[in-house]
């Protein structure tokens, strides 16, 4: 039962950071009002995007080799989730750690 209902629930906590996101813009709402959320849903959903891009990018690596696409592949899927995950502070913006 209880694994039937984690789906739902994770759903719906990204639902409501979409939802304070969109505020944040909408209504000016301050970036402090956004620490609770990053710390709740934005770290921890960067720390499993960080792990599922390191295993995408170690298995993709003999593909990528050969090509001379391995730095280009680190960058997306390892790099940038590092950089969102731990570089950044709570509620901070988010477009700086994009590039």
Do not use: H
Not at 64 to 78: D, I, M
């Amino acid at each position: 039962m209880l694994r039937k209902n984690i789906p739902k629930g994770l759903a719906i906590a990204l639902l409501l950071v979409f939802m304070l996101c969109t505020a944040n813009v909408a209504y000016g709402i301050e970036d402090d009002q956004l620490v609770i959320p990053d710390l709740l849903v934005g770290k921890p959903l960067g720390f499993v995007v960080l792990g599922l891009g390191s295993l995408t990018w170690a298995l993709t690596l003999p593909v990528t080799l050969p090509f001379g696409w391995q730095k280009k592949a680190r960058e997306s899927l390892v790099n940038k989730p590092y950089r969102f995950t731990f570089e950044r502070g709570l509620g901070e913006d988010l477009d700086k750690y994009s590039r």
